[in-house]
């Protein structure tokens, strides 16, 4: 059996149910580059992607298993006026909105093959004009296993 790649579209998923304030805004960016210099129409928004490294291969007989670590990064923005010119308005709507992805995420799994997501990184990208981003990284990990081929 061969799990992967980690669903991304079911943690999307999840935070639109989970995090009211994200329903509709929670998109899946094709890299962190984007993610990072998208300007969404709405705040809050959130934008998703995954990356995956693989361990070593092991062998069990004629089975292959590799173990995959996953990073699973959440872009947030937060645009808010008020005091715009620190930023104090959108670090107190970020500090809302890291808390409820938190809880939305951390202790969670696509599917029984897949390892509970837990909160590994934080840290705000810029400030600009209003817009407060930050990254949130989760952690989780699933297994490759299949019957080596001849």
């Known amino acids: 059996m061969s799990v992967g790649p ?5 943690a999307m998923i999840r935070l639109r149910e989970k995090v009211p304030d994200l329903r509709n805004k929670v998109g899946n960016a094709a890299d962190l580059r984007t993610a990072l210099q998208a300007k969404p129409a709405t705040s809050p928004a959130a934008y998703l992607q995954a990356e995956e490294r693989g361990g070593p291969v092991k062998y069990s007989g004629p089975i292959t298993v590799q173990d995959v670590a996953v990073s699973l990064q ?3 923005f937060f645009r808010s006026a008020k005091g715009e010119g620190d930023g104090t308005g959108a670090r107190e709507g970020m500090d809302a909105l890291i808390t409820a992805t938190r809880t ?3 202790g969670w799994a ?6 509970e997501l837990s909160f590994q ?5 810029y400030y600009d004009g209003g817009w407060l981003v930050s990254q949130q990284i989760y952690r989780s990990g699933y297994r490759i296993q299949h019957q080596v081929q001849p």
């Open 6 to 10: 980690y669903p991304v579209n079911l």
């Open 74 to 76: 959440l872009v947030l």
């Open 104 to 106: 939305a995420l951390v």
């Open 110 to 115: 696509p599917g029984d093959a897949f390892q």
């Open 121 to 125: 990184a934080g840290r705000d990208e």
